[in-house]
Nanobody
Framework: VQLQASGGGLVQAGDSLRLSCAIS????????MAWFRQLPGKEREFVAA????????YYADSVKGRFAISRDNAGYTVYLQMASLNPEDTAVYYC???????????????WGQGTQVTVSS
């Protein structure tokens, strides 16, 4: 199973940005796809997740109301639409997949490469 993340970049505070994550295979161990973010020297932080079966979504309190996670109909691509970005959202964003929902990064066995999001003030 491979995950390919894309869509990061440099934006200004208040702007929007959409990240994409494509997964190569659907299996029982990849039913939940999630986004995490990480700053240098800090632990990877949960951002949002979605169940590919059923589409239930989950969000960290820090992004609730500003970020939206969704998937395409086939369930092979997951998106993270980020709005009202602020400098505190600056991080490397990673997509990940697991068989069940968790906010712990250790619960996710499949990871994409990170994509840098930088929000300038």
């Amino acid at each position: 199973v491979q995950l390919q993340a894309s869509g990061g970049g440099l934006v200004q505070a208040g702007d929007s940005l959409r990240l994409s994550c494509a997964i190569s295979r659907r299996t029982a161990s990849t039913d939940v796809m999630a986004w995490f973010r990480q700053l240098p020297g800090k632990e990877r932080e949960f951002v949002a997740a979605i169940r590919r079966t059923g589409g239930r979504t989950y969000y960290a309190d820090s992004v609730k109301g500003r970020f939206a996670i969704s998937r395409d109909n086939a369930g092979y691509t997951v998106y993270l639409q980020m709005a009202s970005l602020n400098p505190e959202d600056t991080a490397v964003y990673y997509c990940a997949a697991a068989g069940s929902y968790s906010t712990r990064h250790s619960a996710y066995h499949y990871w994409g490469q990170g994509t840098q999001v930088t929000v300038s003030s």
